[in-house]
């Protein structure tokens, strides 16, 4: 199984190759009302909430939530970020679901009532919308749960918080 974004483009696809017969099947998700997707964040190896959840995000800052299992509309949108800033990197687990935006801002929220529980300033101060060489926006979230450590990589930088919420 292989997920497939586009640049530009609302829709993913989940490709199935069978290398025996050569064939590939694909199913398409989101929905063509959305901004292009920014971030995709596949869960095929446990469910989450009971469903199989795929989670991906657009340009002007919402989270969608599908079931890869269904080839159909998301089960929920959210705004991630009120500032409208894409949103960069996803990661979710039982309790939180963690994103970074492009302006390098970590929102976490939880997972049963989609509510913001936190916001993490970015490690580079700058103004979002300014000029300039340094890449500011979040590219990678890490979760460490046993130690409830929050990873983050912000342009050229990472830098750690104490999560206490996993």
Not at 28 to 44: A, E, Q, T
Not at 98 to 116: K, N, P, Q, R, Y
Not at 143 to 160: A, M, N, Q, T
């Amino acid at each position: 199984m292989v997920s497939v974004t586009y640049e530009y483009h609302p829709h993913f696809y989940h490709l199935c190759i069978n290398v025996n017969t050569n064939s590939i099947m694909h199913t398409m998700f989101g929905d063509k009302s959305f901004s292009p997707i920014s971030s995709l964040k596949p869960y095929f190896s446990k469910p989450i909430r009971g469903i199989k959840l795929c989670d991906h995000s657009d340009h002007l800052g919402c989270v969608s939530i599908c079931d890869w299992t269904l080839p159909s509309a998301p089960i929920c949108n959210f705004k991630a970020h009120q500032d409208g800033s894409s949103v960069r990197a996803l990661v979710w687990n039982s309790m939180t679901l963690i994103m970074g935006s492009a302006c390098g801002i970590v929102h976490v929220g939880d997972t049963l009532m989609f509510e913001l529980l936190r916001t993490l300033a970015s490690p580079i101060s700058h103004d979002c919308g300014g000029a300039g060489p340094e890449n500011k926006s979040v590219s990678q979230i890490l979760i460490w749960l046993e130690r409830e450590l929050l990873l983050v990589s912000v342009g050229d930088r990472v830098w750690h918080r104490k999560l206490g919420l996993c």
